[in-house]
């Protein structure tokens, strides 16, 4: 290993591709590339990776979002199914609105 490591330090476009799934190896890969950059395109990288990163964020927290979003669809879903069964059931509706949260209204519109 330590053999690869100096032929990769010297050149690295000798580096095997089965080396760079070694996930120290692509780091060091990585960091030999940006160190070799000028100042003007290290700066240029930097910016892009910010960018990147800050979309990124944006789109974790817009799919967190949405999942959030989800469940609660899903759980008013839910809910409305069971007021149904019971409805079926003959429960009143005081008991159903109990049992599931929903409005006394909500219920009332399900049981016509």
Do not use: H, W
């Not at 330590?2 to 996930?23: C, D, G, H, M, Q």
């Not at 590339?33 to 000028?38: G, K, R, V």
């Not at 469940?71 to 019971?86: D, Q, R, S, W």
């Amino acid at each position: 290993m330590f053999e690869v490591l100096i032929r990769f330090i010297r050149n690295p476009e000798t580096i095997l591709a089965e080396f760079l799934k070694i996930s120290e190896v692509k780091e060091a890969m990585d960091e030999l590339t940006l160190i070799s950059m000028d100042k003007q395109t290290r700066a240029e990288y930097a910016t892009r990776v910010k960018e990147m990163n800050r979309i990124y964020a944006t789109e974790r927290a817009g799919f967190k979002k949405g999942k959030a979003e989800g469940e609660k669809i899903g759980i008013e879903k839910n809910k409305t199914k069971v007021a149904k069964n019971l409805i079926k059931l003959c429960l009143s509706i005081d008991q159903i609105a109990s049992v599931t949260d929903l409005f006394v209204e909500k219920i009332k519109n399900l049981a016509e």
